[in-house]
């Protein structure tokens, strides 16, 4: 860890310019003019026929100066003299025509090779800071955000999001009254992870509790870092918590801190050590202030998976907020929130746009409405109406047809159905976790919902029948589309394998199968749960073989008859829920568990 504070020289820059430096130096010497020696000139004065023209500068203050000769052949020669009177008599005794110029101490160009390297040190200095430090040079390696803003807006300005408005009101409240936490003793995360898909209000969210507690906001992106030398993220880091100590109570805020975060170790590209720096950097400041100083760090990430666990730790980013695509009516309230300051007509209804629009984020919603408004304008009229809303929803819809596709009714209800047959079996089996959450809002990686179970027990080791159970939670999504829709769809693909994987797993890992017993057949000892090929297993006989299919199979079977069986005795929470889903298209396990009743 470099201890360095303030100033940093840029050695690099420094090394890279007299480089560049002696390499012009070099060029220009030897193309245009040869520095020689006193006695080089003598020569070439004693063969005046070579000589095209001769220059002398003398000097105003004394009697040295220099001389310029050009000979026949285009070379130019050029040597001090100690006396240019002296000189300039041999000259005229040779009879070799020659011009004098006085020269007042200063030229130009004597210094020229020392501004053109004062001018690219500071252009490299420019293009290695990203253009802010150009010129001040003690100003490098201040960090971007050292110009913390005061934000207005407050949670009114974010829609929808009770529940994480909820979750970060003590932030707000801590940062408006640290000293009262501190006196109570009580303790308030360091920092808070925001994580979700783009587009959905987290650096807003970040800006609100700044803005309800009135503290400075301090923002960087961990992309800025990406592109900087060794040391300079580090240094940036480092600068950015200084003045946020200073600037206390405050929020520092990093955007992308995937960027930085990602798990060490992995992933392609140079800027390794750069990354790490940043990154250890950022964990030596999280780690070196107290919470009594009133600093919140917030940061945002869309991809929570690949960050690097360390920055998870306790007394880091131990609290986590997720900010999901908004539901149904949080989009509603979006819509509304957005349209406040735009004329509708009197036929725009928000709530009917708001059921047309599931997947879209808060950030797609409010591109919905200023394309609304874009075509109002070009249409000339005064008022948005539906038309514009329509044209807008084609251009938004297709446009963005991968990231926010829309949902039709036939597979909005087929997803109902689906999510919820599992949510059934994880409520009513013990051994896989109540429900936490049904949603049919279609997430970022291309699932058209999920089921989201909230395992109340924290056991090592799996039982036999907790796999049986895992495996009857996975079946119910299919199984539900069987008895509801005459037909069965390819959404289970991901359930099938997993029940599949379970099941291989069961037999050849974990000795559960009577018949074959406590045999490992799982032969390069790999995690059959992480996709196992049986294919690839030569070593036992093909009765072996057979038999492991057929035990696979067994209890494939035997848990999907129990799983149906247990969906059918409960087929009126099947449509009481999928109603429902389809009305609010998230429900919480509160509420799925109370259709039970
Ligand atoms: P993220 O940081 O998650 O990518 P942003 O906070 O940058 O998303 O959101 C982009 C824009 O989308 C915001 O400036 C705001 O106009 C709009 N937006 C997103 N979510 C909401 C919300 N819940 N309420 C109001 N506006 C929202
Ligand atoms: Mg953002
Ligand atoms: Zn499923």
């Known amino acids: 860890m470099n201890d360095q504070r303030g100033f940093r020289f840029p050695w690099f820059a420094l090394i890279l310019v007299v480089l560049l430096y002696g390499f012009m130096a070099f060029t220009m010497r030897g193309s245009s003019e040869e520095a020689i020696t006193a006695q080089g000139i003598e020569q070439l004065v004693e063969s005046p026929e070579k000589i095209d023209s001769v220059l002398v500068i003398a000097s105003e203050a004394n009697a040295t100066g220099s001389v310029h000769i050009k000979t026949g052949n285009g070379i130019s020669y050029t040597a001090s003299l100690a006396d240019t009177g002296a000189f300039t008599e041999k000259l005229d005794s040779k009879n070799i025509d020659y011009s004098v110029r006085v020269s007042s101490g200063f030229r130009l160009g004597d210094y020229m090779p020392y501004i053109v390297m004062l001018i690219m040190f500071m252009v490299i200095l420019r293009v290695m800071t990203g253009g802010k430090a150009g010129g001040q040079m003690m100003n490098f390696g201040k960090s971007r955000a050292r110009l913390a803003i005061r934000t207005e807006l407050t949670m009114n300005d974010v829609a929808g999001m009770a529940e994480e408005k909820g979750e970060l009101q003590e932030i707000v409240e801590f940062l408006r009254n640290p000293k009262s936490f501190v006196e109570m003793g009580a303790r308030i995360p360091k920092g808070v992870i925001l994580v979700g898909p783009p587009g959905t209000g987290k650096t807003l969210l970040a800006k609100a509790v700044a803005g309800e507690a009135g503290v400075p906001f301090f923002s960087i ?121 735009k004329h509708l007509a009197g036929d725009v209804d928000l709530k009917r746009v708001a059921q047309t629009t599931a997947g879209y984020t808060g950030a797609d919603l409010e591109n919905l409405l200023n394309e609304a408004a874009i075509s109002a304008v070009m249409e000339k009229k005064a008022q948005i109406d539906q038309t514009d809303i329509n044209d807008a929803f084609i251009k938004t819809g297709i446009g963005k047809e991968k990231r926010s596709k829309v949902i039709s009714e036939r597979d909005k ?182 259709l039970f009743n």
Request: proline share 3%; with cysteine.
């Open 413 to 594: 209800k087929i997803t109902a159905y689906h999510e919820t047959g599992h949510a059934i079996l994880f409520h009513l089996l013990e051994d896989v976790g109540p429900v936490h959450i049904i949603s049919i809002i279609p997430t970022g990686e291309g699932a058209a919902g999920y089921t989201m179970p909230l395992p109340d027990k924290d056991d090592t080791f799996i039982t036999k029948q907790q796999l049986k159970h895992m495996m009857m939670a996975a079946m119910g999504g299919r199984i539900a589309e069987e008895l509801i829709c005459e037909d069965v769809t390819t959404g289970a693909s991901q359930d099938i394998k997993q029940v599949t994987n379970i099941a291989r797993s069961m037999v050849m890992q974990y000795g559960m199968s009577d018949k074959i017993g406590m045999i490992n057949c799982n032969e390069e000892g790999d995690d059959v749960f992480l996709g196992y090929d049986i294919a690839h297993n030569k070593s036992y006989s093909d009765e072996m073989l057979s038999l492991i299919d057929s035990e696979v199979r067994a209890l494939v079977d035997e848990c999907y008859r129990a799983a149906k069986e247990m969906i059918i005795a409960h087929k009126e929470v099947l449509e009481k829920s999928c109603a429902l889903l389809l009305e609010k298209e998230k429900i919480t396990g509160e509420e799925f568990a109370a």
């Open 221 to 341: 992106s961990g992309s800025d870092f990406v592109e900087m030398y060794v040391g300079v993220g580090a240094a940036r880091v480092r600068d950015m918590f200084e003045e946020a100590k200073k600037n206390a109570p405050c929020i520092i805020f990093i955007d992308e801190i995937d960027a930085v975060a990602r798990r060490r170790g992995t992933g392609l590209g140079g800027s390794h050590d750069e990354r790490e720096q940043t990154l250890n950097q950022m964990l030596v400041e999280m780690d070196g202030f107290s919470q009594s100083q009133g600093i919140i760090v917030m940061a945002a990430t869309n991809r929570v998976d690949i960050l690097d666990p360390a920055i998870m730790r306790p007394g880091r980013f131990d609290r986590k907020v997720v900010v999901s695509k908004p539901d149904v009516a949080a989009r509603e309230s979006i819509l509304k929130l957005h349209s406040k300051n």
